[in-house]
């Protein structure tokens, strides 16, 4: 009893840890730039939320707007597209036998272990190589690259795709993309939407690859742009509300990729513990 008493205490002291920010932020987006700095940070003032969120949309011409449609075009396709490449690399490590597997396995798990800022420099110079910088795909194209998705498609492939059900598939006479587009990828699907969804989190939230590629601010995402605007809040007060209005708002294709895709999460937890 005590020692589910203290698990549930350490619980729900995470939760706190995590949810007051959260909190916060929802808190001092509601404010005005005067409520800001002289009312309870955690309660709310006067409720300006509406205000805010005008003056967000509406400041130099809806930027903020272009910056969260190039952050849903940089994250979106590069999780859908990096989730298909992590899944098919991933499958193939697992079902094909082949001279050096093991090998580019290896490799594989070297790239999981190399942090994002270590390959960000060299990346700038290939690309500046190739007069690429500044531009959407500079971007775009590193973002593709999921060497945890291979690894967590590997595993999972090996796990729940039976081989018996792979040579049924070739004597019906199905070819191997097919099998893996219509048979394997339905097996494997929880697996595919906590890639997607960890890519997803991953290219959403990455900052020191556009702010190395990127100079033009129509290209910028949103983490960019808000923290460009938050380097001139000393200059430009007004910048501060703005700042915190785009960073919840920044939130929440997050919260809602996450509550869209949790259901296949217990569907798949399902299913396992039915096997």
Known sequence: MKSKTAAMAIMGLSTLYFLVPIWWLFVGATKSRGDFSS?????FADFNLGQNLHELVSYRDGVFLRWMLNSI???GGAALLGTVLAAMCGYALAK???RGRELIFNIVLGGVLVPATALALP???IFSQL???NTFWSVFLPSLVNPFGVYLARIYATASVPEELLEAARLDG???VRTFFKISTKLMFPALVTIFLFHFVAVWNNFLLPLIMLGNERLFPVTLGLYSWNTQVN???ELRMLVLTGALVSILPLVAAFLLL???WRSGLGSGAVK
Request: hydrophobic letters at 40%; zero cysteines; charged letters at 10%.
């Open 262 to 264: 949790q259901r296949f």
């Open 174 to 176: 199905s070819g191997e």
């Open 131 to 133: 007069n690429a910088t």
């Open 96 to 98: 094909y036998r082949f």
């Open 123 to 125: 990346l700038f110079l």
């Open 73 to 75: 075009l940089y994250t």
């Open 235 to 237: 200059q430009l007060p």
């Open 39 to 43: 009312t309870a940070p955690l309660w």
